[in-house]
């Protein structure tokens, strides 16, 4: 109902007539409508992490396999934010949580690329900050595409390439 209705158009009633049940029920488990929005924003936020976490490249990762890793990183943010599109857009798209999301989300991105900077896998002239806004402004425009796992895959490639080897005409 959120994703459908947003925060502010979503009623308790709405919600129990969609679940089918009771408001009495309803109050059971949560105290508020806001209680329920932000269980599911945290449900979000909680899993993000994990899988902007589990992007963080091995050390040990040859700098011939670093473009097929971020792609992959992409493609596991990407396939993420497809599993469940109603949650996606409550957690990552629609205020009021969206906004907190995604600057946590630069924060995790960031201890990520700080890392990966320490060990040379990125270069250092470029502030992890700076880079990992970036990468969330791409998720925030590719995470509204609708794409199959085919197009995930494709668009994932896409970024590692641009990512790794830049938009000019030489490739860098």
């Not at 009623?11 to 009771?22: H, M, P």
């Not at 059971?28 to 993000?48: G, N, Q």
Request: aromatic share 10%.
């Amino acid at each position: 109902m959120f994703a459908r209705n947003g925060f502010h158009g979503t009623k308790v009633s709405d919600i129990v007539a969609e679940a089918g049940l009771s408001q009495p029920s309803f109050y059971l488990y949560f105290d508020s409508k806001e209680a329920t929005y932000e269980a599911l924003v945290e449900e979000f936020r909680e899993s993000l992490q994990r899988v902007t976490l589990s992007n963080l490249i091995d050390p040990a990762t040859p700098k011939g396999s670093v473009e097929g890793h971020v792609a992959l990183s992409f493609q596991r943010f990407l396939d993420f934010m497809a599993k469940d599109r109603a949650l996606t857009e409550i957690g990552f798209f629609q205020p009021p949580g969206c906004s907190v999301t995604k600057q946590q989300m630069v924060v995790w991105v960031a201890n990520n690329i700080s890392q990966e900077q320490a060990h040379g896998i990125f270069r250092k002239d470029i502030q992890p900050l700076e880079i990992a806004r970036m990468l969330v402004g791409i998720l925030d425009q590719f995470g509204r595409i609708d794409a199959d796992d085919t197009d995930r895959q494709r668009l994932a490639a896409i970024c590692g390439k641009l990512f790794c080897s830049g938009a000019g005409a030489d490739g860098t």
